[in-house]
């Protein structure tokens, strides 16, 4: 269980011990020899380690692919010459934890409205987890999705259908009420652009995304970019411009147009029922986390995780996707990490420091699902996880500024200053507010950590139009600016197993 501080007694104690440590923090640093490196030193290791996982020896580093693997060898064998010791000894060292992962591919699937039937990848798309057979489902108008909108509906064993200006984030919203309501179906259209449904029918069809990935003997979420982080998702279905008139019977441009909350919902006639047949395919495959850690001074079982995916995408047609941002620099920030708090020498922690590359985050979150279902040590208690995502565009953002990001939804006022109390570097912002709100955001592997409750934050600097794209390459990057994080969180984590407390959480 977490401890129950009152939060008057947990502010001054943090005030006091963050100003004493951070103080404290300039000895401790001089005197282990771990920041004895010059940045440019840092930085050229760094750069070296992006290289290598952004090569096209491992096209991607898909987990669909297999490619995943080389990354995984790779930081293993990092691992094994930092001193760290091993996820696992018996019957062998092994800093590998298994990922045993079922995929259902969608082999056929097409819908029906008033006889007339519709094309996979023309006119519609799955993603994520296929709907199952539905036959005669009655289709209920949601608007824009808004929660005043969905009260009034009855939705219960009915498709919701609603009108969003972005495909990928548009269910978020409204998962939670729909599922909560009996829905049994989203659909989803964007008025505003129809390219992006062509677009992401592509990257579908292309990819082989039409498939849903669990891990094994498990009843969790299925989790995708595109679909709300809940247990058993309802099943979603994005729609062409085309597609959506037929329902809506006029232009959905122009429903939208007339801003759907001033005119009242469209009643959809009740002899309008969607009919949705799949055929689908179950395999198996197995990947790996890495995992790799160093003791405390007193067997404790409390921990500081820092955490990274080492996958990325697939290779699409003549496009492959090095990853350099999404996530090869998150992986060089653990790495580097990994070897500066495995050099401390005569330095007594008094958490067990845990670093892991997590695997197969782009299909579902799955590598770090499953470290949270089998971690290291007793997720309840762990001091914090840090999980970087797109951590190589410092100082690259809109305005030139050099800003981390720090986003959760268990957020506490108090690890926001204590993150900002150990920000030494006067260039370097630290911002605990602006992601607050983005729901792209939510969706990392922080997340299983953050459904428990616990104290568990994606670090990034944010998005830009390389993203997912064959552009994401190291050049774009700003390796001194990760050498610059690399400091810090150096500090962070230091001032956190200081702390040695458990944050007791404060659910927005």
């Not at 990848?121 to 949601?142: E, R, W, Y």
């Not at 062509?198 to 970019?225: D, E, F, P």
């Not at 697939?314 to 708090?341: H, T």
């Amino acid at each position: 269980m977490i401890n129950a501080f009152t939060k008057s007694k947990l502010r001054r104690n943090f005030i006091y011990l963050g100003a004493f440590a951070c103080s404290f923090l300039l000895y401790v640093q001089t005197a282990s020899g771990a920041n004895a490196i010059r940045l440019d030193t840092t930085a050229t290791r760094i750069s070296k380690h992006i290289e290598v996982l952004c090569s096209p020896e491992y096209n991607g580093r898909s987990t669909l692919s297999g490619h995943d693997l080389k990354a995984i060898s790779f930081v293993d064998s990092i691992f094994k010459t930092t001193g760290l010791k091993p996820y696992r000894s018996i019957p062998s060292n092994s800093f590998k934890q298994p990922v045993n992962i079922v995929y259902t591919t969608l082999l056929s699937s097409s819908i029906s409205i008033l006889g007339k039937t519709y094309s996979f990848g023309t006119d519609f798309i799955n993603l994520g987890q296929a709907p199952k057979t539905l036959s005669n489902i009655d289709i209920v108008f949601g608007g824009t999705g808004d929660n005043e909108q969905l009260d009034s509906l009855d939705l219960n064993g009915k498709a919701l259908f609603i009108l969003t200006n972005n495909l990928r984030i548009g269910a978020l919203k409204v998962h939670e009420t729909a599922k909560q309501k009996g829905c049994v179906l989203i659909i989803l259209a964007n008025p505003t652009n129809n390219q992006q449904f062509s677009q992401i029918a592509q990257q579908v069809k292309s990819a082989n995304a039409a498939t849903s990935y669990t891990l094994a003997n498990s009843s969790g979420s299925v989790l995708t970019r595109s679909f709300s982080p809940n247990a058993n998702p309802i099943p979603q279905i994005l729609v062409s411009n085309h597609l959506a008139e037929a329902i809506l019977g006029e232009s959905p441009q122009k429903v939208w147009e007339r801003n759907v909350e001033a005119d009242g919902l469209k009643i959809i006639p009740s002899e309008l029922k969607v009919n949705v047949q799949c055929n689908k395919q179950i395999d198996t495959l197995k990947t790996y986390n890495v995992v790799g850690w160093i003791p405390s001074a007193s067997a404790s079982q409390r921990s500081i995780v820092v955490g990274a995916h080492l996958d990325h995408l697939a290779q699409s047609g003549q496009n492959w996707f090095p990853g350099a941002d999404d996530n090869a620099s998150g992986v060089a920030l653990v790495i580097e990490l990994a070897k500066r708090f495995a050099a401390y020498d005569n330095y007594e922690f008094n958490s067990n420091i845990v670093f892991v590359a997590f695997t197969a985050e782009e299909i579902g979150l799955l590598g770090s699902q499953q470290y949270a279902k089998a971690p290291l040590f007793p997720a309840d208690s762990t001091l914090v996880l840090l999980n970087f995502d797109m951590v190589g565009r410092v100082g690259l953002q809109k305005g030139g500024k050099k800003t981390l990001f720090i986003n959760g939804n268990n957020k506490l006022d108090t690890f926001g200053e204590i993150a900002m109390q150990c920000n030494t570097d006067s260039s370097l912002t630290i911002d605990c507010k602006t992601l607050s709100k983005t729901l792209h955001f939510t969706i990392s592997d922080h997340y299983h950590y953050e459904k428990m409750g616990l104290p568990s934050y994606l670090l990034t600097t944010g998005l830009h139009n390389e993203y997912h794209t064959p552009n994401d390459t190291p050049e774009k990057l700003s390796i001194e600016g990760i050498a610059q994080i690399a400091d810090y969180i150096e500090k962070l984590i230091i001032e956190i197993d200081r702390l040695n407390r458990i944050l007791p959480m404060e659910t927005n």
